[in-house]
């Protein structure tokens, strides 16, 4: 399963359609945007939250399925579910993935929110510590997800992105953790993030931008940049910026040192998910569970060495005990 990590034709190879459907998905944010401006009182209602709330609530079925469902839109999920694409379908998209993720949560919802400060929804029992405007589920559901979708180019693969965005976003809602406007906030910001990501990594790709860059310089920007801004006052800013830096850093050195091929036998797939799953998990919880404080800095370290062992330590272990092996001796 070889893909592009990036693509300038996000919905079509063929240019009528193309310009069709960038027609139609320009008209849908403008009205979504439009729809959140008009309706903003509404669209923040309690009661109306509170109806959603009870009746999901009430039906144990539909609980647990949107508790389900609101896991598929958050980081823990797409940071496991990229590091298997890593390891074992497309190393580029995975990569992609992995830089995608946490810098899209950032800038249309962590920082927002924090300039915003609007209070979530006083639902009893629903307690999370930070502002509600917009949903981060549903700026990274539909930046993660959509840029699946444009990868793939699949009309079955489009629906089933389109249903999960959705379904993230309402989850929010239904229990009680966002108001119908957070979501349809979230779903403009990461929109319109998403086409400026693809954009902007185009361009640098197109243009050899990584290359003109001395490789220590690089990895200078990639881990002092992001911890920079691991200090802005949002409450989660460490670890997705933890998560960036050490995505990038990782990825530079893997491509410098290791040039991994992804194919292999099932036993090796299953092998590499087990092996580099369980260690994530040792990560974070662990060093939780083992350190007796918490700081800014630990936080940061800790999210950092997650996806710096996706990218680069895991890779290396698995060529060590035979699951991987290079393409080719990288000078």
Known sequence: MELPPLTRNYFSSVPDKERFYRLIFFIMITLLAVILYFFWGPLRDTGFTYSLVSFTISNIVVYNFFQVVTVLGSEGF?????????????????FWGL????????????????LARLPRP??????VPTYTFPSGHASGAISVWGYL?????????????????????????????????????????????LALFFWIGVTFVENRIA???PFRLLMFFVLVIPFGLSF?????????MGYLAGAASGYLLERKKINFEVRGLWWQH??????GLLVILLIIPGVNETVPFNSQLLTFAQHAFSTFWITYLAPLVFIK???LRKILKVK
Request: charged share 10%.
């Open 78 to 94: 797409f940071l496991v579910f990229f590091a298997v694409i890593y390891w074992s379908l497309n190393k580029h998209l995975g």
């Open 99 to 114: 830089i995608l993720m946490p810098s899209s949560i950032f800038v249309t919802s962590e920082v927002p929110k924090d």
């Open 122 to 127: 006083d639902v009893p029992g629903v307690t």
């Open 149 to 193: 979708a444009v990868m793939v180019k699949r009309r079955w693969f489009w629906i089933f992105s389109s249903v999960m965005i959705v379904l993230v976003g309402l989850s929010r809602t239904m229990l009680g953790y966002h108001f119908l406007g957070d979501v349809i906030g979230g779903f403009v910001a990461g929109a319109l993030f």
């Open 211 to 213: 290359e003109r860059i």
């Open 232 to 240: 802005l006052p949002a409450l989660y800013a460490p670890n997705l």
């Open 270 to 275: 299953l092998a590499r998910a087990v092996t």
């Open 321 to 323: 005990i035979g699951l």
